[in-house]
């Protein structure tokens, strides 16, 4: 039971929920809509980091030594925060996969589901929630290590810019 309340608490998770319960058609209908739309944000959100990361060759020319350590430190961080979210994927894909029965009402429902059907919400519920996870990751990273050249390039200017007056 507490898989099933841990898996519900996105929209991947409500149409895994339906589906198992309900049937693959109900879940597309009822909640179809939330999965596309959380695919869509997540990936337009992971297309923007990454489509506008500033170019190498515009970085290496004004390239300041900033610690690798601290470069490190805020790449962990945001992996961290991001591994967070691993868990209750996992759970996602055993529900979708392996799950036999849930309570409702105080009665043990049985879901009997085909390797098929099973198969299908994992890929609409499961898959996609990982592959837009991990686009942001991706791009989440790259971001985050050329940034550092972005602020170390703006500091550079300003004091450049401070000597001059």
């Given at each position: ?13 409500a ?43 515009t ?6 030594s ?5 470069q ?41 589901r085909?390797f ?50």
């Open positions: 039971d507490n898989e099933w309340a841990v898996c519900s608490a996105n929209a991947y998770g149409f895994i929920h339906v589906a198992i319960q309900s049937g693959l058609w109900a879940a597309i209908i009822k909640c179809g809509l939330m999965v596309v739309a959380s695919v869509l944000i997540q990936s337009t959100f992971s297309y923007e980091l990454w489509a506008h990361l500033p170019s190498v060759y970085i290496v020319p004004t390239f300041c900033i610690p690798s350590d601290l490190l430190a805020a790449v962990m961080v945001f992996v961290i925060l991001m591994l967070n979210n691993i868990p209750s994927m996992a759970v996602a894909a055993s529900v979708a996969l392996t799950s036999i029965a849930y309570n409702c009402d105080d009665k043990t429902r049985y879901c009997r085909s098929w059907h099973r198969s299908m919400v994992f890929l609409w519920a499961v898959m996609t929630e990982v592959l837009t996870w991990s686009g942001i990751l991706y791009s989440g990273e790259l971001n985050l290590l050329r940034s550092f050249q972005l602020i170390c390039r703006s500091g550079l200017s300003s004091q450049n810019h401070s000597s001059l007056n």
